[in-house]
């Protein structure tokens, strides 16, 4: 990690500012003890949430510089601070590189959190009370995709189109159908629990006949799409976002993609409209995650997660789990836990134990509550990233089903958690 040991001024109470290479451990033991407790965390259990990863350690150096210092409201080459020098080069490189990992013709990077993008995405398109179209959360979508406790269902009416009940995948004459019969001004694709392709060409022509704009969600699948596994909807959407820490592997934060027509009202939609100050530190680290992306090995690792999550799935359907949607295209699948007489909180509960860490999820059509949920999601991106291949992918099956059969048992769960460090020591993520 970065020393800190150029810094010797002083503070606002007139002492040096700690000069130490261990400032974190001096100044705030206590949330020094945090990290590394989470640090070991993360190095001795297995993490299948399908939304994380373990970022490079290029990317933890960048969003833990002195970028985090800096106001810089505005964009490069016109901010309203002075000093914005480095940053403007910065944020530069992020825009060019995430351009061209998408063949995009605008990108935004200053979106904090992907609510935020999608938060700009709407204002860029829509006003209050227009009528947007997203997958409902249920069936697997997001909950700014229009849910009625989130901004999305409270400034806009919707209407949601869900999974059909038997293939439990989209069904685009149902999206169609909907479509014409309420005339959305905005159509959303993007899921947070789907497993299977999405086909944004489709979504772009639906959109196009009843004269919606349509906006693409690829969070979850922005690594896949950077690695050309699956469809790109940069050519048929008008505004595409995305988070850059799932698949991507980069630092927590989003971006937003669009036509070079909607380019301006992508900014002002950011900046002033719905963001003050940039995270600098975080732009920056975003350009290093961008960087790696478009590295030869960034298609290797995202082919490997798709492997992994098929291997993974296979297994668990060879040992008798009743998947959603059949299987599994992308890096992950959701698994219906009701034959086996076990909630998915329950699974989740008795999973951490046993140090898998696992995400429950509804299932289509769940019959118990949100909160307790009949499933669990189970995804491969961070397994991958230390190096842990379709061999291990398939054991993680034979270890999550001994600990759904287990649940109720400590020590067996306990027996479990020592095979699974066993099994991590083998792969570290962090020197
Ligand atoms: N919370 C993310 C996920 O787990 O999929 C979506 O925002």
New binding site residues.
Partial sequence: MLSHKHINSKNSLGSPIATSSNNLSIVDPEIQRIIAHETHREQTTINL???ENYTHPAVLEATGSVLTNKYAEGYPGKRYYAGCESVDKAEQLAIDRCKQLFGAEHANVQPHA?SQANMAAYFALLNPGDTIMGMSLSEGG??THGHPVNFSGKFYKVVQYKVDPITEQINYDEVQRLAEQHKPKLIIAGA??YSRHIDFARFAAIAKSVGAFFMADI??IAGLIAANLHQNPVPYADIVTS?TH?TLRGPRGAFMLSTQPLADSVDRAIMPGSQGGPFMHTIAAKAVAFKLALEPEFTTYQQQVVDNARAMAQTMQELGYRLVAGGTDNHLFMVDLRSKNITGLQAQIALEKAGITV?RSCIPFDPAKPWITSGIRLGTPAITTRGMGTHEAREIAYLIDEVVKKHDNNRQLLAVRQEVENKCALFPIYE
């Fill in positions: 949430i399908a939304s992907g997001h909950l947070s629990a969070a979850h988070t799932k995400s």
